[in-house]
């Protein structure tokens, strides 16, 4: 692990492997941990940099206003770095895609694991199946919103428990505890937002743009990445990963991997 300071921030990541660099941005249920099974397979072809976002994992929250994807194209800055190619898994895919639009010139290719983009809404079937799966949850109680989300997201609505690993489920859920404490303390700090959102701006995207998800996934970002690759100019929609829901490149490393490689300059 290396720190490094970005825009007033000491941020932390993993630096592995030479070749054309890759920066890999987790979920918000996780951190740079999530990328554990990719990272060695995918360093073997690119420099691969695994980040944990500002006020997550290992990284710094400094209370003066920011953008996480100002923050991606700073550490490119710091690492002089002239361009990179971007992996964003759920709201590191959000970041990504912001980040390509903000600084085009910068991004050399995205790929997107299960990703929102700034300014989409859930649909009423999200909603209901969070009801029916998880319910009101107390956000103060982090165990409990970490199992209710793990639930969602990671075992996914079309799964039950029994069907997924239960380490995988013991890490993701320390994970979450972690990145729920983050959430709490980034609410706090003044966070930027793309303006105008991705989810008007998708025909921007001017790098290769590839999108999936895990078949186990909430539907609205299966249609999210149909969305995504239909609008953006280069874009692909890659098959979704079997046997995986929102966190596919943690729970199914080796179809991602090879995903990535084929895909990436």
């Known amino acids: 692990?290396?720190?490094?300071?970005?825009?007033?921030?000491?941020?932390?990541?993993?630096?592995?492997?030479?070749?054309?660099?890759?920066?890999?941005?987790?979920?918000?249920?996780?951190?740079?941990?999530?990328?554990?099974?990719?990272?060695?397979?995918?360093?073997?072809?690119?420099?691969?940099?695994?980040?944990?976002?500002?006020?997550?994992?290992?990284?710094?929250?400094?209370?003066?206003?920011?953008?996480?994807?100002?923050?991606?194209?700073?550490?490119?800055?710091?690492?002089?770095?002239?361009?990179?190619?971007?992996?964003?898994?759920?709201?590191?895919?959000?970041?990504?895609?912001?980040?390509?639009?903000?600084?085009?010139?910068?991004?050399?290719?995205?790929?997107?694991?299960?990703?929102?983009?700034?300014?989409?809404?859930?649909?009423?079937?999200?909603?209901q199946l969070w009801e029916e799966l998880v319910g009101e949850l107390d956000p103060e109680d982090f165990p409990a919103t970490a199992a209710g989300e793990v639930r969602f997201w990671v075992v996914g609505p079309s799964r039950q428990p029994a069907d997924v690993d239960p380490e995988l489920i013991r890490f993701a859920e320390e994970m979450d505890q972690r990145a729920l404490a983050a959430e709490l303390a980034l609410s706090a700090v003044d966070a930027d937002e793309l303006d105008p959102p991705a989810i008007e701006r998708l025909g921007e995207l001017s790098m290769p743009v590839a999108a999936c998800s895990g078949v186990h996934d909430v539907p609205d970002l299966h249609r999210l990445a149909d969305r995504i690759a239909a609008e953006a100019p280069r874009g692909i929609r890659l098959p979704d990963i079997p046997d995986a829901a929102h966190l596919a490149p943690l729970e199914r490393p080796e179809p991602v991997t090879a995903a990535l490689l084929n895909f990436l300059p």
């Open 1 to 127: 692990m290396t720190k490094i300071e970005v825009n007033g921030a000491v941020l932390a990541y993993d630096d592995t492997g030479t070749g054309s660099p890759v920066v890999l941005l987790h979920a918000g249920i996780a951190d740079r941990r999530m990328w554990r099974g990719v990272v060695d397979a995918l360093a073997t072809a690119h420099r691969v940099i695994a980040l944990d976002l500002r006020g997550y994992g290992e990284s710094e929250l400094p209370p003066a206003p920011f953008a996480h994807h100002d923050d991606v194209v700073g550490l490119l800055d710091a690492l002089d770095l002239p361009h990179a190619a971007l992996v964003g898994c759920s709201f590191g895919g959000k970041v990504a895609v912001d980040a390509a639009l903000a600084h085009p010139g910068r991004i050399s290719a995205l790929a997107l694991f299960g990703a929102p983009v700034s300014g989409n809404e859930w649909s009423e079937e999200t909603e």
